[in-house]
């Protein structure tokens, strides 16, 4: 950026004509005209080169990114660092150039300076709290998340720690305490902290289960967290709790399938199924993951693009594995059938999670997927009835909230009356 001394007059006289002149100015005009007058007056202009940089980052009428994004954004952290550190003003605008940045940093798969960002963020945010006395630190959660991707599971449960403290307090009012649950229960899970993961599975029940009683949140949802926590339990061998958790989610899904909903909802409740059933296949899925990993309890606007990209292209290859294997599992179940289920369940869930992402019909989307996948496991079941029946049981439970989801909740309860059968809690 030049020194003030070097901006030419005539310039100046032009950038202070575009943004007094009547009629509307392009994005690019802007930026322009800030460039120059944020030489010979930073103090009111830089603030406002950087937002017009990042404006000028993604056309918003064509939602579309510009061509150069990356330099753009790059050149609104460097005119908000070039904001005297005495404006009150700094720190967020400073802020909001870091978060356009970073999301560019992540989309080059330059991932370590997309996370140093954030770390910068954090401390911005960090310092700002200290000052207000506010105990919510912004960017805790996108910091979580960051550490996530990298696996360094510890400090993201550390970090979704200290963020669920200070919102916890205040309840579930806002809306968002369940999805920082959600993110949090994943980062203790994946840090190895399993009993405070199952602590934290049982304050989102609870939570939910009196916002569904209070009406001020939807069934659907404190099925799906019921639903959850019995599977978490089962993961950690404590089968006998997860049996009763899973009457208690029965009891419900009656409940849905005699009367529907109390009340309607937003269609919220679809996203959080979603999210809740990919971080039931997140542990099996991990190893068949190339790159990195999405945070397993964090809906897909919370992933890195990266992160997002690698996820749901990765469909495409998993399709041609299952079509690959399905000929094989056919001639030679024994080697390959359950290979094939396993590999299909991870399909499913990832096409779930794209489309419920997308559009709210979701659900022809990925119904046939579900429909195999009860189909292959039910073939697995009657060649290895021993495993194969748990498995047809997980995969009925899997179907079962897709077709609550859908609101279809008398088929709902058909597999999932059928799925308790086969563990032998049916009543």
């Known amino acids: 950026m030049n020194h003030a001394g070097n901006a030419d007059q005539d310039d100046i006289v032009r950038a202070r004509n575009v943004l007094l002149a009547s009629g509307r100015r392009t994005p690019r005009e802007e930026v322009d005209a800030y460039r120059v007058l944020a030489q010979v007056s930073p103090a009111s202009y830089l603030p406002l080169l950087a937002r017009a940089l990042q404006r000028l980052s993604y056309d918003t009428s064509v939602g579309k990114w510009h061509p150069s994004s990356l330099a753009l954004c790059e050149e609104a952290v460097a005119a908000a660092r070039s904001i005297d550190p005495a404006e009150t003003a700094r720190a967020d605008v400073l802020y909001q150039a870091l978060d ?17 960002m954030r770390a910068e963020m954090l401390a911005i945010s960090r310092a700002q709290a200290e000052l207000s006395g506010d105990p919510v630190v912004k960017g805790l959660r996108e910091w979580a998340a960051g550490l996530s991707e990298e696996g360094r599971y510890a400090e993201a449960a550390d970090a979704m720690t200290e963020l669920v403290a200070a919102i916890l307090p205040d309840g579930p009012g806002s809306g968002g305490l369940a999805w920082s649950l959600l993110d949090w229960i994943a980062a203790l899970h994946d840090a190895g902290r399993s009993s405070e993961a199952l602590a934290a599975f049982e304050t989102l029940v609870s939570m939910e289960a ?11 949802c404190h099925l799906y967290s019921l639903i959850g926590y019995a599977q978490m339990l089962d993961t950690h061998g404590r089968g006998g709790q997860a049996a ?13 399938a005699d009367t529907g909903e109390r009340k309607s909802w937003s269609g919220y409740q679809a996203s959080f199924w979603a999210v809740l059933l990919s971080f039931s296949g997140a542990e099996s899925d991990r190893t068949a993951s ?29 399709r041609e594995e299952v079509d690959t294997l399905a000929p094989r599992a056919t001639e030679d179940p024994e ?25 709210h019909l979701f659900a022809e989307r990925v119904r046939s997927l579900f429909d195999d ?55």
């Open 100 to 116: 356009s940045c970073q999301r560019q940093l992540y989309m080059a798969d330059r991932r370590a300076e997309g996370l140093a």
């Open 210 to 220: 009196a916002e569904a009683a209070s009406d001020r949140g939807s069934m659907a």
């Open 244 to 256: 009763l958790v899973r009457q208690e989610a029965l009891t419900l899904l009656t409940e849905l």
């Open 290 to 318: 190339g790159g990195p990993r999405p945070p397993s309890g964090a809906a897909p606007m919370q992933w890195s693009p990266d992160a997002k990209r690698r996820y749901f292209d990765s469909r495409h290859a998993l």
């Open 335 to 359: 080697q390959h059938l359950a290979e094939l289920v396993h590999l299909h369940r991870v399909l499913t869930i990832r096409s779930a999670v794209y489309w419920e992402n997308r559009t």
């Open 373 to 427: 996948g009860v189909s292959l496991a039910r073939r697995l079941s009657q060649h290895d009835p021993a495993e194969g029946t748990r498995t047809l049981a997980r995969i009925l439970i899997d179907r079962s909230t897709f077709h609550t989801a859908a609101q279809e909740f008398r088929p709902a309860l058909d597999d999932f009356r059928e799925a308790l059968s086969y563990l032998g809690e049916a009543n």
